[in-house]
């Protein structure tokens, strides 16, 4: 009979708060979410970024420049910190993902925002190739960030495609 590994540690809400660089790697909480995790924290990051993108283009685009220039290592000492390499609930690379597509839509509105919702979430829990490729070859932290960008590079394709065969 095969050995099942046991599931991976989950960080209670006090390990967060205690290292901040875990609580930035489980997206202020949202990681912990019982099902889902990923989704959870994919929808946080869009409630996040949506107040900073509408209020300043500017702005957004800095925010999340330096969200992934610190992702890899946010994301990279969670996993350390574990033991494992991309815990589930570490979902700052979600944030990263989320917000790439955010700042570049055809259009901001309600609509867009569900659109880029779904697409981004459908690339990465399906992971077609080459993201399925990164995610199980490139390691450490800009692995981890990795597979959420080209996830939310395909969203992207998804999405532009769709309103050029509309319009």
């Known amino acids: 009979m095969a050995q099942k590994n046991p599931p991976p540690p989950v960080p209670s809400m006090a390990d967060l708060l205690a290292k901040p660089v875990l609580l930035l790697g489980f997206g202020f909480g949202s990681g912990l979410a019982k099902k889902a995790p990923g989704t959870a924290?994919?929808?946080l990051g869009l409630l996040l970024f949506l107040p900073v993108l509408l209020w300043s283009e500017w702005l957004a685009w800095g925010v999340l420049l330096l969200g992934t220039l610190f992702g890899s290592f946010i994301c990279g000492q969670s996993s350390k910190l574990l033991g494992v390499h991309d815990h589930g609930g570490i979902v700052w690379d979600e944030f990263i993902g989320i917000w790439l597509v955010l700042v570049l839509l055809p259009e901001q509105s309600v609509l867009y925002w569900v659109l880029a919702f779904i697409a981004f979430r459908v690339f990465d829990i399906w992971k077609p190739w080459p993201i399925n490729w990164i995610d199980q070859k490139v390691q450490g932290?800009?692995?981890?960030?990795?597979?959420?960008?080209?996830?939310?590079?395909?969203?992207?394709?998804?999405?532009?495609?769709?309103?050029?065969?509309?319009i």
Request: net charge negative; glycine share 10%; proline share 0%.
């Open 41 to 43: 924290g994919t929808l």
């Open 141 to 166: 932290g800009f692995g981890i960030m990795l597979d959420d960008v080209f996830a939310a590079l395909f969203a992207l394709m998804a999405i532009w495609t769709a309103q050029w065969l509309i």
